[in-house]
């Protein structure tokens, strides 16, 4: 059987909402975890409802700002305790208002915030994958109004259409 899962973008400020709109409708939340990216960190949260298809629902929040702030949802899922507590210590973000807050000290690790160190090699990649995806979205901007342009020099104008 093929699990089925679906990913959304949200907003931060949109998080407690959909909590609070998940827990009224039965679902649990089975998991969160955190990707370092150069812009910040990416945070999803997944969601099943028991029953039915059994489609796990992904939210992602983006760039999340290192040493950022976010607020819990242990108050509708208390069973996140350890993927908020996990975000803190590995990522260095705060979460705000949990129920079961081990501050920072929920792992014992060498290193603060051990998943936002990026090797140099691995930073200049990143750099380079958003450099060359910001230059393709700015041709394709580019040819996107070229066409525009074109289309709209191509079409008679409303004087032409009436014989004046």
Known sequence: MAVKQTYTD???A???DLAAEKKAAGYRCVNTHCVNTVDGVDIIYTFVVDGGDDVYENYRIKNVPHHGHIPSIQGYFPGV???E???QDLYGITVDDMLLDFHFNFYSTDVSEPMTVITPEKKAAMEKA???AKA???KAA????AKADAAKAAAPSATEEKGE
Do not use: S
């Not at 580019?142 to 109004?145: I, L, P, R, T």
């Open 142 to 145: 580019k040819d996107a109004k």
């Open 10 to 12: 949200i907003e931060l």
């Open 130 to 132: 958003a450099k060359i």
């Open 14 to 16: 949109q998080l407690l």
């Open 136 to 138: 393709k979205a700015a």
């Open 85 to 87: 507590n996990e975000t």
């Open 81 to 83: 305790f350890p993927f």
